[in-house]
């Protein structure tokens, strides 16, 4: 398994560019449409950079050679798996810190509840992450990019609405978040473990038999 993290870390580095480039769109457009927008774009940036690794494997009928080397699918699928989940984490931070810098320098653009953003931001990227990864992996990289644009499209446009709720909504909104992020850091800690555990281990099953049942080679 530590081959195949480092074959997607070496793929990953290469597109060090765009992904700095994204995380200044992202930052950019929070600091203008708000926390919520900023927390998501970013969350399911990372998750779609890291299944588009799977297209590289499919390259050039690059699954059928994985087939001849020392490699069970089941670590295969575990390690696609983890690797969503690492960069849904990545992308958590680097949204955290954002807030957080952009309440610092604009307190006016503050808002409350800002760890539920970061939370649920991970764990909604992560399953956006996971369904993403079944279909490269079941039905390959074109129909997979075709899924990736209308998911990203409807989620865009969902966020997008969010942002531009009314003002009583919106409070309403906050005050939801802010309700939940009063629960202890260890509610908060447990609860979130315990929601990523299930969508890890679901994601791992469900990969894995779309790998075995895959209709690319």
Not at 20 to 44: E, H, K, Q
């Amino acid at each position: 398994m530590k081959g195949l993290w480092l074959k997607d870390w070496l793929l990953l580095k290469k597109q060090w560019k765009i992904l700095l480039i994204f995380i200044l769109i992202a930052v950019f457009n929070g600091y203008n449409s708000g926390f919520a927008f900023l927390a998501f774009f970013m969350g399911f940036f990372f998750v779609s950079l890291a299944t588009t690794t799977v297209s590289y494997d499919q390259n050039e009928h690059g699954i059928t050679y994985l087939k001849t080397l020392p490699i069970k699918w089941q670590s295969y699928a575990q390690q696609k798996v983890s690797l969503v989940l690492v960069m849904a984490l990545v992308a958590s931070l680097f949204s955290g810190m954002s807030m957080t810098f952009i309440s610092w320098i604009a307190p006016e653009k503050s808002e409350n509840g800002l760890p539920m953003f970061v939370v649920a931001s991970l764990m909604i990227s992560f399953l956006f992450g996971t369904i993403l990864l079944a279909l490269y992996l079941k039905y390959g990289a074109e129909q997979g990019r075709l899924f990736l644009f209308v998911l990203m499209g409807v989620i865009l446009i969902s966020a997008y609405l969010i942002s531009k709720l009314p003002q009583k909504q919106m409070t309403q909104l906050i005050h939801f978040f802010s309700t939940l992020a009063q629960a202890s850091t260890l509610q908060l800690l447990l609860s979130t473990i315990g929601i990523i555990a299930f969508i890890y281990f679901v994601a791992y099953q469900v990969s894995y038999r779309c790998l075995v049942h895959s209709k690319v080679s």
